[in-house]
């Protein structure tokens, strides 16, 4: 905190509801850039809500706090922060996008752990509450952050369906997400829908039709620059360039999918690794393939 004027000076105000809401500003700015400070921030303003009986600043740091973990690879730790997070909101009074955060990343962390059933649960559970939740009555801005969620949450369906060879369910959830994407005119969750729906004609082994749909996903994705969404994108391309035997061009993209992910999503950095071990495996690069997963094990222990 010293070497920064700004947070100094905010954190020097008089404990109340807005310097907590400043604070959370300032810390929003630091996720996915530095989110240990981000974390420290959030630990100050539960415990300033908490002296000001203030609920929806401490679900706004839980929720926060659990993405942090979740983004760690903490997920236990990140459930505990969600459902804590719902807790405070049902009393706090918070809108219904910020439980819709929560149930997702309940989901999404639960799946983490491999329990199906309750992952798919926080996910159906949010979409009921969209489809019963009257859209017509917000603000434009607001629907359509509703309905951004929405495409998410059936990005995730479609994922966990295809990762379990349920091949109809995950391309009926992925076209859903696809058109809701659209409709709202939502690029990035477009990539992420269309990366999904690719996914599921991979699992399938349609690899030309996972390859064909993945470029779209590549193209949005350049366009838009958002680092996560391009690494998604590159990773499906890297996979079916594979299995297509076009391992260069599988190589090639696995290190693209690497390099956007290094900082921004662990778990998808891993994937894109492996990604790139299987095309050197199937290159016959050998000696890549060894010196690539012997930095690995030097880089995660």
Known sequence: FSQDKSLQALMAEKNSREKVDSLHAYAQKLLNVDNKQAWEIYKKTIVISQELGYDLGIATAHRKTGYIQGQDGKYQEAINHFRTAINYY???GGHIKDL???YNNLGSNFRQFGKVDSSMHYYLLAINKIENWPLD???KAV???ILSTLALLNSNLSVMYANHFNVTKALEYGTKAINISREIKDTSRLIVSIACTANAYYVNKEFEKALFISREAATLSDLIAEPVA???????LSVNYTALQK???GIYAAKKAMQLAKE???QLYVTALLDLSDAYHDKKAYKEEERLLQAALKEFN
């Open 264 to 266: 921004t999503d662990r």
């Open 230 to 236: 391009q690494a998604k994108a590159y990773h499906l």
């Open 247 to 249: 391992l260069d061009s």
């Open 90 to 92: 049902n009393s706090g």
């Open 100 to 102: 819709l955060v929560c």
């Open 143 to 145: 629907k359509n952050e």
């Open 137 to 139: 009555k917000e603000e």
